[in-house]
């Protein structure tokens, strides 16, 4: 049987690093795990920090797309890539002791002699031009911020302008302090700040302050990204009982500092990101006082703790019981899609959270306060097409006695500032309407991002959103004045000292420590991060897909060697007839053979399979095979001049 093959290009080396292209702001994640597995974790650090400025933020909480495109997730389990970000973000990020290290990715003029400088949206080409010109940015998000952050960096003069009291928007009010310290969210924004970049609090976009007032104050584009901080109404009997409430509006109220009182039985509706969050949050709350009372009870004293549980959920008005209802099965529940995902559910599960997975609310029950949540079975989520589209059960219905119903089922935005003049339309989702390559809105100069655009969606792309935005903005605002080109940049490693960590392909994932369950109480972080060993350990899985074994037909002998020693099997060397090519490819091979007459081989390998291992160049004798790193990069040119005759835009 013939073997499909063909001839690798500068896609298929790109593709092969699955991290870097899974990740939204293309951070070459591979690169800085493989850094930490060398132990040098300041350089490591650089690659991380490099395309992103919310490095320290993204250690704890991102979704990692990463992890779920990882290439080593196919073999046993993917990288922890997450986790090992956070461990060089300790030590050289804002929260360390060195914060001021990212300061090196500007250093020497624009990044002269810095080889990470190129994933900074930093060019000379597009400064001078940029100097004094003023950008808006509408909501201190985490894409509004790192709209800013790129924008500072390029020479603009960038205004931020955020409703709340305080900056960060869902990163500061939406996602628990258990899992994102308020005071690292500070540093990373103060670092913005310090780029020049203005930040106005309490400064909502209104119908007397709108885009025309904008313009009219010398501002010459506008990024929006006011997010989606509005729960969505559900429209089954009983919404109206007190107990009630959105999820949002219970983690801003919690992330503020306002408690809440639920009760001791709270259901959750939903089966995302924040109805994890709120359902670990209900239970932190009820469990403030637990070391003390442990310490109190003495050990044999269960009888003792059940009265002691009684008296301290009525004084302290804390949930006991926590339960999710999602309208999916675990293997359809949005938060169970990802890596991480698994990872928050397990906790969760730890943590004493239940789960009442196909289930849907058909009413809610009381007398003017919540009783209880009477759930329905779920036959189908999705219909044919893959659409949204419950069907329910409602002869099998199932009670669940609740003091509190959170409902986490999607948010939307306040769009009231928006007037008919401004030109800006939105899609019949509400959301605003944009190009989805440049983010530009149908009003000139205007750029929309983040959720308000898109709807919910996880930090890492939100950050990509505003990166994207700067860059459009850029090319609006300087027209001609810079470009972005993909640069591969090739090193060959000498095979003498090419050698993967010995037993790497045997390690497991393991996840970073986190605290025992009975200190997991209020405002105290979960996950406490990997220890010196435990990271490298962790990193050394990398299959280090930068790395690509490179044959040179012109010194090979076909002793057949690698093709021996390769303990995947990944190698094959073939007579050409056995190949199915492309017809283009087949006669450019023979072509390059020359008119000898002699037959033809190939090495065809296949890379899904490859380890990395370096055997094949270590048994090759005449150094036919050979291991090389490519790394691919974005880098600012100067823009190619006009055609005759062409006008600039």
């Known amino acids: 049987m013939p073997i499909k093959a063909r001839l690798p290009e500068l896609g298929d080396w790109k593709a092969?690093?699955?991290?870097?292209?899974?990740?939204?702001?293309?951070?070459?994640?591979?690169?800085?795990?493989?850094?930490?597995?060398?132990?040098?974790?300041?350089?490591?650090?650089?690659?991380?920090?490099?395309?992103?400025?919310?490095?320290?933020?993204?250690?704890?909480?991102?979704?990692?797309?990463?992890?779920?495109?990882?290439?080593?997730?196919?073999?046993?389990?993917?990288?922890?890539?997450?986790?090992?970000?956070?461990?060089?973000?300790?030590?050289f990020g804002v929260e360390s002791m060195r914060p001021d290290t990212q300061d090196r990715l500007l250093d020497a003029g624009f990044g002269e002699g810095n080889r990470y400088?190129?994933?900074?949206?930093?060019?000379?080409?597009?400064?001078?031009?940029?100097?004094?010109?003023?950008?808006?940015?509408?909501?201190?998000?985490?894409?509004?911020?790192?709209?800013?952050?790129?924008?500072?960096?390029?020479?603009?003069?960038?205004?931020?302008?955020?409703?709340s009291e305080e900056p960060g928007g869902m990163m500061r009010f939406g996602i628990p302090e258990y899992r994102l310290p308020r005071s690292l969210i500070a540093a990373e924004i103060d670092k913005i700040r310090g780029l020049g970049v203005t930040l106005e609090l309490s400064s909502p976009l209104t119908a007397e302050r709108g885009l025309a007032a904008l313009?009219?104050?010398?501002?010459?584009?506008?990024?929006?990204?006011?997010?989606?901080?509005?729960?969505?109404?559900?429209?089954?009997?009983?919404?109206?009982?007190?107990?009630?409430?959105?999820?949002?509006?219970?983690?801003?109220?919690?992330?503020?500092?306002?408690?809440?009182?639920?009760?001791?039985?709270?259901?959750?509706?939903?089966?995302?990101?924040?109805?994890?969050?709120?359902?670990?949050?209900?239970?932190?709350?009820?469990?403030?006082?637990?070391?003390?009372?442990?310490?109190?009870?003495?050990?044999?004293g269960e009888r003792m703790k059940e009265a002691f549980d009684s008296a301290r959920e009525a004084l302290r008005g804390g949930a006991a019981e926590v339960t999710i209802a999602s309208l999916e099965s675990f293997e359809e529940m949005p938060v169970l899609r990802t890596t991480q995902g698994h990872e928050e559910f397990e906790e969760a599960r730890r943590e004493?959270?239940?789960?009442?997975?196909?289930?849907?609310?058909?009413?809610?029950?009381?007398?003017?306060r919540l009783r209880a949540v009477e759930l329905r079975r779920v036959t189908s989520v999705f219909d044919a097409a893959g659409r949204f589209a419950p069907q329910y059960d409602d002869a099998d219905l199932l009670t669940v006695e609740?003091?509190?119903?959170?409902?986490?089922?999607?948010?939307?935005?306040?769009?009231?500032?928006?007037?008919p003049g401004d030109g800006v339309a939105l899609t019949p989702g509400g959301t605003i309407q944009v190009d989805r390559e440049t983010l530009a809105t149908t009003a000139p100069g205007v750029y929309a991002g983040g959720d308000v655009a898109f709807g919910p969606r996880n930090l890492i792309e939100a950050v990509a959103n505003g990166k994207r935005a700067a860059r459009s903005i850029h090319r609006y605002l300087a027209r001609d004045a810079a470009r972005l080109e993909a640069v591969v940049d090739v090193e060959k490693i000498p095979t003498r000292s090419y050698r993967m960590i010995a037993g790497f392909e045997l390690l497991d994932r393991v996840p970073p420590d986190t605290l025992p369950l009975g200190r997991r109480t209020g405002i105290a972080e979960v996950e406490t991060g990997y220890g010196e060993v435990e990271a490298r350990r962790q990193a050394a899985r990398c299959l280090v897909c930068h790395v690509q074994t490179i044959y040179d037909p012109e010194k090979c002998v076909l002793c057949n060697r690698c093709v021996d020693v390769c303990p995947e099997y990944c190698l094959a060397l073939v007579p050409l007839e056995e190949l199915d090519l492309p017809e283009a490819?087949?006669?450019?091979?023979?072509?390059?053979?020359?008119?000898?007459?002699?037959?033809?081989?190939?090495?065809?390998?296949?890379d899904t399979a490859c380890i990395r291992c370096g055997l094949c160049a270590i048994r090759c004798p005449?150094?036919?095979?050979?291991?090389?790193?490519?790394?691919?990069?974005?880098?600012?040119?100067?823009?190619?001049?006009?055609?005759?005759?062409?006008?600039?835009?």
């Not at 994890?276 to 469990?287: C, E, H, I, S, Y």
């Open 16 to 91: 092969q690093v699955k991290c870097q292209i899974g990740c939204p702001v293309t951070t070459d994640a591979g690169r800085y795990v493989q850094l930490i597995a060398e132990g040098r974790d300041e350089e490591a650090y650089l690659v991380a920090r490099a395309p992103n400025p919310f490095a320290s933020v993204c250690g704890r909480v991102c979704a990692a797309p990463c992890e779920d495109a990882c290439r080593r997730g196919s073999v046993d389990a993917p990288i922890a890539i997450r986790a090992l970000k956070r461990t060089v973000t300790e030590k």
């Open 117 to 163: 400088v190129d994933h900074l949206p930093v060019t000379p080409f597009g400064r001078a031009h940029a100097a004094g010109r003023k950008v808006a940015v509408v909501g201190a998000g985490p894409a509004g911020l790192s709209a800013a952050h790129d924008l500072a960096l390029l020479g603009y003069a960038v205004t931020v302008l955020e409703a």
């Open 215 to 300: 313009r009219a104050e010398g501002f010459e584009a506008v990024f929006l990204t006011v997010g989606v901080q509005r729960g969505r109404d559900l429209q089954i009997p009983g919404v109206e009982l007190d107990g009630v409430v959105k999820a949002v509006d219970y983690l801003l109220n919690a992330n503020r500092g306002y408690r809440m009182d639920l009760g001791r039985r709270v259901v959750i509706i939903g089966g995302g990101f924040v109805a994890f969050d709120a359902a670990r949050t209900a239970l932190r709350v009820g469990r403030e006082d637990e070391p003390a009372l442990s310490q109190a009870v003495g050990v044999g």
């Open 352 to 368: 004493g959270v239940r789960f009442q997975p196909r289930r849907g609310p058909r009413r809610l029950l009381g007398d003017g």
């Open 402 to 419: 609740a003091d509190a119903c959170v409902l986490a089922i999607g948010q939307r935005a306040d769009l009231s500032f928006l007037q």
């Open 585 to 606: 490819e087949r006669a450019a091979l023979v072509a390059a053979a020359g008119a000898n007459g002699l037959p033809l081989s190939a090495m065809v390998k296949d």
């Open 622 to 649: 005449t150094d036919a095979m050979t291991m090389e790193r490519f790394t691919i990069s974005e880098r600012w040119a100067p823009a190619q001049p006009a055609a005759p005759g062409e006008e600039k835009r």
